[in-house]
């Protein structure tokens, strides 16, 4: 969700900066830039949520320079970032992606990720405790519906 944020605000500011090329053209190729890095997020958001490898270090990276990118440029005297936006979007944000991809949970989502469980138990792949009925042979017994209750009598 939050490398969604992050793509709607790339995609706002690069929308808004195309105005500015009419006057200065270098904010032409700003703008483009800033759209098609937009996408990419919204893509890359798009397989993390589908739990793809591949995507997770595709985002770290991009957090990991963009994080690098904003500490130079709060750094340099040029006062790029200034005020709670800024700052939210560009040292709040990469942090908070970094370390919910980086933390034990977030590695493990990944790790264990493999098939969907539709696509894999159709194909053998589910555990065997999640085994799908392929034939419907297998009857239900007694009992199968109930929940087991765990209460203390006195």
Do not use: Y
């Not at 790339?10 to 904010?27: D, N, T, Y």
């Not at 589908?50 to 770290?60: G, N, Q, Y």
């Not at 006062?79 to 992606?97: E, F």
């Amino acid at each position: 969700m939050l490398v969604v944020t992050q793509a709607s605000l790339s995609l706002v500011a690069g929308l808004s900066a195309i105005p500015f090329s009419i006057v200065e053209p270098g904010f032409r190729l700003l703008s483009l830039v800033t759209i098609l890095v937009a996408i990419a997020m919204f893509w890359l958001a798009r397989n993390v949520r589908r739990r793809k490898r591949w995507a997770r270090r595709c985002v770290i990276a991009l957090e990991a320079l963009s994080l690098t990118a904003s500490l130079l440029l709060m750094v340099l005297p040029i006062g790029a970032i200034r005020g709670p936006v800024p700052i939210l979007v560009n040292l709040v944000m990469p942090p908070s992606v970094l370390w919910l991809l980086l933390s034990r949970p977030g590695r493990a989502a990944f790790r264990t990720a493999g098939r969907s469980d539709a696509r894999g138990a159709a194909r053998g792949c589910a555990p065997p405790r999640e085994r799908v009925d392929r034939h419907g042979d297998q009857q239900d017994k007694a009992g199968d519906d109930e929940l087991p209750l765990d209460v203390d009598r006195q």
